[in-house]
Antibody, heavy 119, light 111 residues
Framework: QLQLQESDPGLVKPSETLSLTCTVSGGSISTNDYYWGWIRQPPGKGLESIGTIYYSGHAYYNPSLRSRVTISVDTSKNFFSLRLSSVTAADTAVYFC???????????WGQGTLVTVSS | QSLLTQPPSVSGAPGQRVSISCTGSSSNIGAGFDVHWYQQLPGAAPKLLVSGATSRPSGVPDRFSGSKSGTSASLAITGLQADDEADYYCQSYDSSLSLSIFGGGTKVTVL
């Protein structure tokens, strides 16, 4: 059974960089059948795609976040990562990592981790 | 503003049928990209409910069904039950963004 687990940075100060990792267990990240993504959900609001990455390292980003976001993958350790720089209170959200099938459906989600941006 | 438009809320009595619409454009649903639906219970991650507009993953009851036409898609819930109270999201791929996009979400209330 595939499991995805986000790390838990908790509190991040304004202007700093948010860093998250998603550890994949029960399956390999190095597959052509799936790709991997980050999605966030501000408190009480809807879902927003941050970006996706293939195991080759090819990444796609939400244009509204592109200047601040980097998604990377480590196939040797079976995890992928998110870095979001220059955070503000507007970046406070539950961050989910996810697995996308080739039709873009998300068939596996991490439990989500709440990241709060506050001084 | 979401590129996929959903009604903020729908409601129905137990046993009734409700429908949730998801309206997109020529760069996503209208371009032929699949539409997927998710159910999110409070405090939980979303769960895939309907994939490719009409296909249900194993374990999802057939009370949930999807359809798609043109630039829109719909999720129907028949035989509404109390534990169907949740937020529902549609999702598709947008070619202008090269990214997954979500609808704003619809809260289903069982009266």
């Amino acid at each position: 059974q595939l499991q995805l687990q986000e790390s838990d940075p908790g509190l991040v100060k304004p202007s700093e960089t948010l860093s998250l990792t998603c550890t994949v267990s029960g399956g390999s990240i190095s597959t052509n059948d799936y790709y991997w993504g980050w999605i966030r959900q501000p408190p009480g609001k809807g879902l927003e795609s941050i970006g996706t990455i293939y195991y080759s390292g090819h990444a796609y980003y939400n244009p509204s976040l592109r200047s601040r976001v980097t998604i990377s993958v480590d196939t040797s350790k079976n995890f992928f990562s998110l870095r979001l720089s220059s955070v503000t209170a507007a970046d406070t959200a539950v961050y989910f990592c996810a697995r996308h099938g080739l039709n873009d459906q998300i068939d596996s989600w991490g439990q989500g981790t709440l990241v709060t941006v506050s001084s | 503003q979401s590129l996929l438009t959903q009604p903020p809320s729908v409601s129905g009595a137990p046993g009734q049928r409700v429908s949730i619409s998801c309206t997109g454009s020529s760069s996503n649903i209208g371009a032929g990209f699949d539409v997927h639906w998710y159910q999110q219970l409070p405090g939980a991650a979303p769960k895939l409910l309907v994939s490719g507009a009409t296909s249900r993953p194993s374990g999802v009851p057939d009370r949930f069904s999807g359809s798609k036409s043109g630039t829109s898609a719909s999720l129907a819930i028949t035989g509404l039950q109390a534990d169907d109270e949740a937020d529902y999201y549609c999702q598709s791929y947008d070619s202008s963004l090269s990214l997954s996009i979500f609808g704003g979400g619809t809260k289903v209330t069982v009266l």
